[in-house]
Every structure is written in structure tokens, then in C-alpha cells.
């Protein structure tokens, strides 16, 4: 799930108006619109630590959008595999911090990392 539709479910849930999370993250309605409806991103991550305030969440969360890889990682090799995607994930998240990728380029080298992980994997199995 991409960061857009992870605050808009939350705020559903929480049965907060745009407006209302937007005051309480000190940000204009305009700024968060734009991370709900147009794919983008807080450029300071300090706003994600207000929203995951707001919404009662951890602010990893927010800041992860692998579920699919580490859901992945957990169903080919277990709680170890898990682990190792879940850390992984965590460092990438802090390369990408800086906000000098653009959104496809953070994809990509997601799904770099990806596919060289579970490279790795099978060969590690197929060794044993």
C-alpha cells in the first residue's frame, strides 16, 4: 500500500477531515492533499512522525510501503526471513530520506533490492 492510501485510510478510520490532520501536522491542507491524492511525500521527516502522531501508528509504517516483500520473505522463509527483509526495508527507507530520488526511482531500486535478495536466498538454499 503506497503512502497516499495509507494516511487516507488511517484518517478514514480515525474520521478526521483533511483539513483537521493537515492543522495538526502543522502543514498546509494543499501539502497534505497532495500526499493523499498525488503520490507525494513529506520532504521533512518530522511530518511523518506528526502524522503517525495523529493517527496512533508507528511511523515506520508510514514510512515503508514493502509489505508485499516482506510478506513474501516471511511466507518463502519464515519469522528469520522476515526479519531480514523487515531490517533491510528499514535501511533502504533511510537512504531514501534525503529525498533526492523521484518516487520510480525509489522503485526501482526497491525492486532491484528485491530481486537480488531472493537471489541470494535461493542460492543459499540450493547450497545447503
Known sequence: MKFGEKIAALRSEKHLTQSEVAAAAGISRRNYISYETEGRY???REIYHKL??????????LL???EEFVA??????????????E???RDLVSLFEGGKLT????????????????????????EQ
Open 52 to 61: 503517525a502522531a495523529i493517527f496512533e501508528c508507528d511511523v515506520n509504517y
Open 87 to 89: 531490517k533491510l526495508a
Open 42 to 44: 513529506p520532504r521533512n
Open 64 to 66: 515503508t510501503e514493502d
Open 103 to 126: 518516487q520510480e526511482e525509489m522503485d526501482s531500486v526497491m525492486h532491484a533490492l528485491t530481486d537480488a535478495y531472493f537471489s541470494c536466498k535461493e542460492q543459499q538454499k540450493k
Open 72 to 85: 513474501r520473505a516471511a511466507q518463502e522463509y519464515g519469522e528469520k526471513g522476515q526479519n531480514e527483509a
